[in-house]
């Protein structure tokens, strides 16, 4: 089993920044892809980027490309999502995913474990 707590969601205001942290612990080692995914209120969960285990590859929603930037320590199980010029449509519930599948084109299926998500509100 695989535990992953996410962190550093909040308010900001539009043009603003956050860093969310998402931490793996249990039966983990770091050869697993993440991903982090949202969810705003009345719609469907939505990719929003994605990082390969080695942190070489990075893969991002075009509404984020550009603006968001995700990263991994390996040596600290945990993974980040940088998140600038924020705009009130990223208000959401940001989750954290592993071991999911990565493809060349650019796409990310999501792995089995999830977090519980963090709250992340941007204020016009």
């Known amino acids: 089993q695989v535990q992953l707590v996410e962190s550093g969601g909040g308010l900001v205001q539009a043009g603003g920044s956050l860093t969310l942290s998402c931490a793996a612990s249990g039966r983990t080692t770091s050869s697993y892809n993440m991903g982090w995914f949202r969810q705003a209120p009345g719609k469907e969960r939505e990719f929003v980027a994605a990082?390969?285990?080695?942190?070489?590859?990075?893969y991002y929603a075009d509404s984020v490309k550009g603006r968001f930037t995700m990263s991994r320590e390996n040596a600290k199980n945990t993974g980040y999502l940088q998140m600038n010029s924020l705009k009130p449509e990223d208000t959401a519930v940001y989750y954290c995913?592993?071991?999911?599948?990565?493809?060349?084109?650019?796409?990310?299926?999501?792995?089995?474990?999830w977090g519980q998500g963090t709250q992340v509100t941007v204020s016009s």
């Open positions: 995913n592993t071991h999911g599948s990565l493809y060349a084109s650019g796409g990310y299926s999501s792995g089995i474990y």
């Open positions: 990082i390969s285990w080695r942190g070489r590859s990075t």
